[in-house]
């Protein structure tokens, strides 16, 4: 098996394969997350951010306008950091999964009641899954 060339600093260069995986990962994330913030904004629609009834967008996920605005804004962080390469822009968003799923987590062990969220144990998993690949992205980049 032959070796990998070495860099002028020594050191061994990384896979242009590898790097673009990542950043598909993070670019099919964002679109992800834009696409929950129209469907859900079609949904719930623009008005109250305080707590809402018990909805569900795509007969799973809960869903308010409140969420809608956090999801928009992470799928145009994590569209962006793809986009222009800025992997570091992806950590901060694996602590702010890590945040949603414990409020979820919290919220629903303790009943939900006046969450403005309004996130269910659908919401939990799917966080965590999307900390664990923004993690995953930004240690391996």
């Known amino acids: 098996m032959p070796s990998m060339p070495m860099a002028r600093d020594g050191t061994t260069p990384r896979s242009p394969h590898g790097l673009r995986g990542r950043r598909l990962v993070v670019l099919t994330l964002g679109v992800v997350y834009l696409a929950f913030a129209v469907i859900g904004l079609a949904i719930v629609g623009w008005h109250d951010f305080g707590y809402e009834e018990p909805v569900r967008m795509l007969g799973f996920l809960g869903v308010s306008t409140l969420l809608c605005v956090v999801h928009a804004l992470v799928g145009v962080v994590l569209t962006l950091s793809a986009l222009r ?38 919401n939990v998993f799917l966080y965590a899954g999307s900390a664990v690949a923004c993690g995953y992205v930004s240690t391996a980049e």
């Open 85 to 122: 390469r800025a992997a570091a822009l992806v950590a901060p968003l694996a602590l702010a999964f890590v945040a949603m799923a414990v409020f979820g987590a919290v919220a629903n062990t303790f009943g939900g009641n006046g969450d403005p969220l309004n996130l269910n144990w659908w």
